[in-house]
């Protein structure tokens, strides 16, 4: 008999003897009666007592698997082992709020929280990264991936406070805005000057010209490294251009036969003939006065020449070119006059009647010389 149960029969005992003694003749039945009566009576207590043990025993767990509650009174000791009790796995990318080797509370209730980890696409930086998240927001799964998201960045298809979804595509445009100045030439000009003691054909460069520069700033805008957008915000001339002097030849020059460059004003085509100091060609004969001397009052010799004062002054130093193979007539003064040299026609003098037959009559150009 359970210790109960005895103290109940003992007490029962002593209250008959007590209350009953004077009738010790009555039946033994009331006797059997009672001893049942106290004996189920002790089963009961017993029973619920056990029963009240038992239950405090029992430790209440609630798992929440990804929304779905599981609610339960378990003898485990552990998150571990209500988990295989339940038949519950967790991944290893899922999230679960209690170590496994946990153990659980017996008087508090015990709540379990699982996290899935679905798939997620990040594209990134030229990268597509397939990474399994249980976390909430698109926002913490950059975070949680070391994604960092600058405010002038783009987000393809969500938003950072979008809720995640499995197979869910994040897509991030770099967004990069700078300031770029470009620069460009600006070309210089040429300034000539005519330079009236430099011979024509040459120039002579009094300043080098440099190039001015232009500057021309923009915002650029680039997507993914790309330039999407380009916007002129500046333009300024940070140097002028300095323009390039040069000094060019004005004065006429020749290179003759002889290998010497004349420089001359004038160049003309005339008709030449030739005399001598002959009586033939002056009508005089030596020791006559003004024998032998020219209208400028020099002495006739080869250089001197006879010309129309209109055209050619008296006293100008010329040279005659002789076009052809012909050896020029050369330098020569206009010192003489004739009565036939009229326009654009000169006589030469020569030393000898036989030079003047031969000579007869040439097309040549007369330079005046500077």
Known sequence: ????????????????????????????????????AIICLAVVISVTAGFFVFNGLKRHVVINDNGHEIALKTMKATVREV?????????????????????LARITENRIEIKRAVPVSINVDGKELEVKTYKDTVKEVLSDNAVSVDEDDKLVGSQLGDKIVSNMDI?????????????????F??????????????????REGKEGVRAKTYNVVYENGKQI??????????????????????????????????????????????????????????????????????????????????????GTRVYVEIPGAAPDYGYAVAADVGGAIKGNKIDVYLDSSGAVSAWGVKKVKVYILK
Do not use: C
């Open 83 to 103: 988990l295989e009790q339940t038949g519950t796995t967790v991944a290893g990318g899922d999230y679960i709020s209690m170590p496994f080797d946990a153990k």
């Open 189 to 206: 000009k040429t300034i000539t000057k005519d330079n009236n003691r430099l011979d024509k054909g040459l120039k002579n460069t009094v």
């Open 171 to 187: 897509s991030i445009i770099r967004v990069d805005e700078k300031t770029v100045t470009e620069t460009s030439p600006i070309p």
């Open 1 to 36: 008999m359970i210790p109960i149960a005895k103290n109940i029969k003992r007490y029962f005992s002593q209250m008959n003897f007590s209350m009953f003694g004077r009738r010790k003749h009555e039946g033994s039945f009331k006797i059997r009666t009672l001893d049942i």
């Open 229 to 314: 957008a380009k916007q002129l915000v500046g333009d300024i001339i940070s140097s002028n251009p300095l323009d390039k002097i040069v000094e060019v030849g004005t004065v006429l020059n020749y290179k003759t036969s002889r290998g010497d460059t004349l420089r001359f004003s004038k160049a003309m085509n005339m008709r030449a003939t030739s005399y001598t100091a002959s009586f033939a060609d002056t009508g005089k004969h030596p020791g006559d006065p003004g024998f032998g001397i020219t209208a400028t009052g020099a002495r006739v010799r080869k250089g001197i020449i006879a010309v129309d004062p209109s055209v050619i002054p008296l």
